[in-house]
């Protein structure tokens, strides 16, 4: 069974500009959820996303956006890129919202994005 | 108050101790609690959740809640160099899932 697949692995982007990644779920797994990873902050929640509607935000600015495909592949996008937006950012799915029982969260290896 | 809150850490143990790692969470709503393993480089992934107050145990690790006091932890018996990485701790609350920051553990030889 594929794992959860992420894509661009690296990039790297100057200021002002802007960024999409993409993740493909697990087979089966309906809901994605996006983190991002900084040594200082560690990992903090962006959104979920669940049957095309985002469920959950986090607590990020408006720069960061993201939707759901009929086909459950999700994409995040990040405009006006800024120095601190530098991070992993890492995409996670489950068979459904809520986290109990055998809906636990399984990330992909991320996406690691410099800005320059 | 940070939501989820683990010991800044790192912590170092010999080869075949114990180690243990403590969490604390904010939200007494919470319903589920997990812990992650993360090897630098690598992208986290689960080790035990928890459910219920007690004792769960798998292999090596056990996991223990405490809503009354609203902390979990996890121990790690014989621990091994192969475990050392970063354990982050995670909480859910209203369907979200928050994690702490991550307490780094090395296991020394």
């Known amino acids: 069974k594929a794992g959860v697949t992420q894509t661009p692995r690296y990039l790297i982007k100057t200021r002002g500009q802007q960024v999409t990644l993409s993740c493909s779920p697990i087979s089966g797994h309906r809901s994605v959820s996006w983190y991002q990873q900084t040594p200082g902050q560690g990992l903090q929640f962006l959104f979920e996303?669940?049957?095309?509607?985002?469920?959950n935000k986090g607590n990020f600015p408006g720069r960061f956006s993201g939707r759901q495909f009929s086909n459950s592949r999700s994409e995040m996008n990040v405009s006006t890129l800024e120095l601190g937006d530098s991070a992993l950012y890492l995409c996670?799915?489950?068979?459904?919202?809520?986290?109990?029982?055998?809906?636990?969260?399984?990330f992909g290896a991320g996406s690691r994005l410099t800005v320059l | 108050q940070k939501e989820v809150e683990q010991n800044s850490g790192p912590l170092s143990v010999p080869e075949g101790a114990i180690a243990s790692l403590n969490c604390t969470y904010s939200d007494r709503g919470s319903q589920s609690f997990f812990w992650y393993r993360q090897y630098s480089g690598k992208s986290p992934e689960l080790i035990m959740s928890i459910y219920s107050n007690g004792d769960k145990e798998d292999g090596r690790f056990t996991a223990q809640l405490n809503k009354a006091s609203q902390y979990v932890s996890l121990l790690i018996r014989d621990s091994q160099p192969s475990d050392s990485a970063t354990y982050l701790c995670?909480?859910?609350?209203?369907?979200?899932?928050?994690f702490g920051k991550g307490i780094t553990l090395s296991v020394r030889p």
């Open positions: 996670a799915s489950s068979l459904a919202t809520g986290f109990s029982g055998a809906n636990v969260l399984t």
């Open positions: 995670a909480v859910n609350a209203n369907s979200k899932l928050t």
């Open positions: 996303y669940f049957s095309e509607t985002q469920r």
